[in-house]
C-alpha cells in the first residue's frame, strides 16, 4: 500500500514536491513509478525511476518534473517545478517489475494549478 502526499493548489508556474512512502519494504530491485489521472481522462506514465535510478518522464513534463527515490524509507518523491494548469490530476505511485505494475493503488494526492 502507499501513501501519497504533497499535493495541493498552486498557482501556474509554481512548483510542488510531492511523496509516496510504501507502507511496507519495496524491493530495491522494482522500479517505481509515478501516474497522473485528470478527470474525464485515462491514468497516464509521468515518470519512471529503475532500481539502479536511472528515469525516463513523459514529454509532457521532461525538463520539468524530477523523480527520485530513498530505498531506506521505501519513499519515492516528484518534484514538479514549472507547473502548467494541465498538470492538474490525482497523481498516484506505485512499483513496477519488468514494466509490470505490481503494487495496489492507494489514494493519490490531488494536484491543482490555476491561478
Known amino acids: 500500500q502507499f501513501v501519497e502526499s504533497g499535493g495541493g493548489l498552486v498557482q501556474p508556474g509554481g512548483s510542488l514536491r510531492l511523496s509516496c512512502a510504501a507502507s511496507?519494504?519495496?524491493?530495491?530491485?522494482?522500479?517505481m513509478v509515478w501516474y497522473r489521472q485528470a478527470p474525464g481522462k485515462q491514468r497516464e506514465l509521468v515518470a519512471t525511476?529503475?532500481?539502479?535510478?536511472?528515469?525516463n518522464y513523459a514529454d509532457s513534463v521532461k525538463g520539468r518534473f524530477t523523480i527520485s527515490r530513498d530505498n531506506a524509507k521505501n519513499t519515492v518523491y516528484l518534484q514538479m517545478n514549472s507547473l502548467k494548469p494541465e498538470a492538474t490530476a490525482v497523481y498516484f505511485c506505485?512499483?513496477?517489475?519488468?514494466?509490470?505494475?505490481?503494487?495496489?493503488w492507494g489514494q493519490g494526492t490531488q494536484v491543482t494549478v490555476s491561478s
Open positions: 525511476i529503475t532500481s539502479s535510478s536511472l528515469t
Open positions: 506505485n512499483v513496477q517489475f519488468g514494466g509490470v505494475r505490481v503494487g495496489s
Open positions: 511496507g519494504r519495496v524491493s530495491s530491485s522494482y522500479d
